[in-house]
């Protein structure tokens, strides 16, 4: 199945990274949660540099490959772009970042150095996904030991199991783990913390304990006929891409797939690539009112997805022991917001195959079980400092979906990092250096496309990133 999003050629990526307008201060940097310096990567590119690039990226993102292909790019960096402002259209920092990222990769070029110099000191992660590996890599840089603990038989989480097929191929987020271990990190896979191993074993081996779980199963819509076999969770079908040969994955003729969120728009998509013959998408609210972002909805309409809004399920249709269909009641929303269901207005959508996207379960229990007393807020994710992933037990940080509800793979990675930080504060008493462009603090050298030439003190730095940091935590979740 072809990737959606295609390479550059090494002459277009020369030409797209001299468009760019090397901005001091530039809007795109602080639009990535990651704080990938943008214009110095794409400098080295139109230098012809692709190692230096590479360098960059992966220096603030070790996860700059899968990010490359996944990230909504359209609505962080890109979105960020000042040539938006000039009526042009905006760099393609992403399709940068993969050309850069695919140059070493393709290579086998390491660009990044275990520290020469151990700290003495010990992190537990746990969980191997974007949070975890991206704790794990910023303290390995920092020199810590490492040790991360996965449930799962292969490490990177939801980058290995999740993301839709043709968005990024699984082994890619294997030579991400790679890179992390490359670093210097054991990465113990098949180990479930709270069942194998206990947090109070963590607690006493280990200097500090980063949580980095994710979240849980598909949520249950809780309506009749939900166990018919070809009724299925999105993350389920989606994994089974992953894990078995695409001629072995069984598509229905007509599929629905319930859900507003990119998660169903991806299953979608991925069920048009698989050869459904017609696929729409059920959801209870209006168009307006969906989560997922315009583009990914654009996308979906170009594949021929088809939708139906206003439309609440009610219950699925047996036949034989089989799904033949799905009862819906029309809805709408009320004054008061509240969404209530239209009187006589039953309709049945005909189908044989339906997914699920409504959302995953939170990791409130297994949490609790891990640290009996670590806080959980009534929307069941963990109690954390935005800025540091702090929790109320001293030395345990959190950060990613288990902590922000579910958002983006950038975003886990970033609250890896910053918990990182947030680790190496609590156990040295010393700052790690700002995961954003600490290179520019002072006075500005070099050309600035965007004309901010006057200095800017450490200080403000920090604020404008605590600021970004915090607009950021008020951002919607993945839904
Ligand atoms: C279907 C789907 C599609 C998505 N598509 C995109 C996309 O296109 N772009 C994008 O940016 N984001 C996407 N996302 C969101 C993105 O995948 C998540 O935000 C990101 O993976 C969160 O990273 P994480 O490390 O917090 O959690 P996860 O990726 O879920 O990783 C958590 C890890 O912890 C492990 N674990 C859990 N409990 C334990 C335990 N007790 N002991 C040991 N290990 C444990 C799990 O096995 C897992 O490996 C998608 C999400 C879904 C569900
Ligand atoms: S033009 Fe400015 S904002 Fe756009 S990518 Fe280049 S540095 Fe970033």
């Not at 090397?22 to 080295?44: E, L, M, N, S, W």
């Not at 033949?324 to 929303?333: E, P």
Request: hydrophobic share 40%; proline share 4%.
């Amino acid at each position: 199945m072809a990737d959606i999003q295609l390479p550059m050629r090494p002459m277009e990526a020369h030409v797209e990274a001299n468009r760019c307008l090397y901005c001091f201060d530039a809007p795109c940097i602080h639009a990535c949660p990651t704080g990938i310096d943008v214009p110095a990567f794409i400098r080295k590119i139109a230098d012809g540099n692709e190692i230096g690039a590479a360098k960059k990226i992966l220096e603030a993102n070790i996860l700059g490959a899968s990010c490359a292909r996944i990230c909504p790019t359209k609505v962080l960096c890109e979105g960020a772009c000042v040539l938006h402002d000039r009526d042009e259209k905006p760099i393609e920092i992403g399709r940068l970042q993969r050309h850069a990222t695919d140059f070493v990769n393709e290579r086998g070029i390491h660009v990044l150095k275990p520290p020469q110099k151990k700290n003495g000191k010990r992190v537990a992660v746990v969980g191997s996904g974007p949070a975890g590996l991206g704790c794990a890599a910023e303290l390995a840089q920092l020199g810590y030991e490492v040790t991360i603990f996965e449930k799962s038989k292969l490490p990177g989480g939801l980058n290995t199991y999740g993301i839709a097929y043709y968005k990024l191929k699984p082994q890619l987020s294997l030579e991400e783990a790679e890179l992390v271990q490359d670093l210097g990190v054991e990465i113990r896979c098949g180990v479930e913390v709270g069942r194998d191993i206990s947090g109070a074993d963590l607690q006493r081996d280990f200097n500090a304990v980063f949580l980095g779980l994710g979240l849980g199963n598909g949520n249950q819509l809780g309506i009749p006929g939900e166990k018919l076999p070809e009724i299925l969770d999105a993350l389920e079908f989606i994994e089974q891409i992953h894990t078995n040969p695409l001629h072995q994955i069984p598509i229905g003729n007509q599929v629905v797939v319930i859900g507003g969120g990119n998660t169903a728009i991806d299953a979608a998509m991925q069920s048009v690539r698989l050869g459904a013959k017609r696929v729409t998408i059920v959801y209870r609210r209006s168009e307006a009112e969906m989560s997922a972002y315009e583009f990914e909805f654009e996308k979906a309409k170009n594949d021929s997805v088809h939708f139906l809004f206003n439309a609440v399920p009610i219950a699925f249709v047996d036949v034989e022991g089989h799904v033949a269909g799905i009862r819906l009641g029309r809805t709408h929303t009320a004054k008061s917001g509240k969404l209530e269901m239209i009187a006589g207005s039953e309709l049945t959508e005909e189908c044989d195959m339906i997914l699920k996207a409504v959302g995953q379960e939170k990791q409130a229990d297994i949490l609790r079980t891990i640290f009996p007393s670590l806080q959980i807020g009534a929307d069941g994710v963990a109690v954390r400092d935005s800025l540091t992933g702090a929790t109320n037990i001293a030395h345990v940080f959190v950060g990613g979906d288990c902590a922000n509800g579910g958002r983006e793979v950038v975003n886990a990675v970033g609250e890896g990092k910053n918990a990182a930080h947030g680790i190496h504060t609590f156990l040295t008493g010393e700052r790690a250096s700002l995961p954003t462009q600490p290179s520019r603090l002072g006075v500005a050298s070099g050309a600035s496309g965007c004309g901010l030439h006057h200095p800017i003190r450490a200080h403000e730095l920090e604020e404008q990133w605590k600021r970004a940091r915090a607009a950021e935590d008020g951002g919607v979740t993945r839904g």
